[in-house]
């Protein structure tokens, strides 16, 4: 697969026990890993993996269904694009509390729930970031606004 894909790098992650094994933690572990390839070597393609992805969270398939919460949680939490997050976390955070409450599969049911503890991990990191920024930003403004002495 990744020689179609144009990167070499991607062979290791394919080739991981986590591609291949059975254990749904496992599986996860190779999501996060292939989204932090992609949101970090192919940037521009994060807004067509999104929508692409957005539309299987109504797929007749409980399995499927997981699946496109959890790459498209992880894809959320690893980009740094503001307009993809502007575009997207509402509608998929909205959309997971949704399938959280209301759905009748356990696999849904749980993936959404980890997925929601990811998205409330990156935003209070995200926020801790910009209050950080803030601070910065509002002490260097300060000292520009201070008299210089002679």
């Known amino acids: 697969m990744s ?7 991607w ?3 394919f080739n991981t026990h986590f591609f291949n094994s059975d254990h749904r933690s496992d599986y996860e572990d190779f999501v996060r890993d292939l989204t932090k390839q992609l949101t970090q070597h192919l940037p521009s393609r994060v807004d067509t993996y999104m929508s692409s992805t957005i539309q299987a969270f109504d ?3 409980p399995i499927i269904q997981a699946n496109a919460i959890y790459f498209s949680s ?3 939490s690893l980009s740094d694009d503001q307009n993809i997050l502007a575009r997207y976390y509402a509608q998929v955070f909205g959309t997971l509390v949704g399938k959280l409450s209301r759905s009748a599969d356990a696999i849904v049911r749980a993936t959404s729930s980890s997925a929601v503890g990811l998205l409330l991990k990156f935003s209070n990191s995200l926020s801790w970031k910009v209050a950080r920024l803030d601070r910065t ?3 260097r403004r300060g000292n520009d606004l201070e ?3 002679k």
């Open 74 to 76: 992880s894809m959320l």
């Open 137 to 139: 930003e509002s002490s």
């Open 147 to 149: 008299p210089t002495k």
């Open 3 to 9: 020689p179609l894909m144009e990167m070499e790098v």
């Open 59 to 61: 797929a007749p398939w």
């Open 11 to 13: 062979s290791a992650l």
